[in-house]
């Protein structure tokens, strides 16, 4: 799963973040060009974004849809974990924007695990434009849905794992193979991890004494 925070933090950020120079209106522009930066290389980090969310809460004036875009964009990329809905939960008028509920559209389909509902809606050029910043979206939203298939599945047959991904032919093969899956004619299978797994379930009552008691007592007199 994505790391809500990045394993090398720059210390500017680090600073701003832990003390109270996070609610500093003028710091606005140092994490929204951190946030540029993750959506260029690919990394992510919730804390630092939470914290310009958190700005604009107080500083509505100075809240800006694009960049507002771009977090809820990235943290579709952490789906199942909760990141979206914290980054949701921090916006007021900016919830009812257009752009915004598309991207709750996308959020609710990813944890409903509806992909190919996804991925429909998704390459609609009014949901698909609303990512268009954040560099390797589509492949981060594909390895989500391969952390899903690799809990939930041993096999599954290649139809619907290409209706999974949005991929077909040489492209699933490859996917494949990046994941360690095999892929074999109609099927696909998934090596076995402790997710996947078959498990016994082991049901162990503890009936004490004076309860077994009661029991026979009971039968006795009927």
Known sequence: MPATTIAHRPQTIQSLIDGVERYNPENVNVLEEYLATQ???????????????????FNPNLASTNVIINILAKALTAV????????????????TLPAVEKLTTLQQLLEQSRYAKFWETYNNEEYKSLTAAVVGFEAAIRQVIARVVAMSHQVISTSVLSSYLALSGDELTKFCNEQQWQKKDDVVQIPINEDNEAKAVVVIENIKFEQLTKVIGYSNEM
């Open 39 to 57: 959506c260029k290389n690919g990394d992510y980090d919730l804390m630092a974004n939470l914290a310009i969310l958190k700005l604009y809460q």
């Open 80 to 95: 199942p974990a909760p990141d979206f809905n914290l980054c949701l939960y921090l916006l007021s008028e900016q919830a």
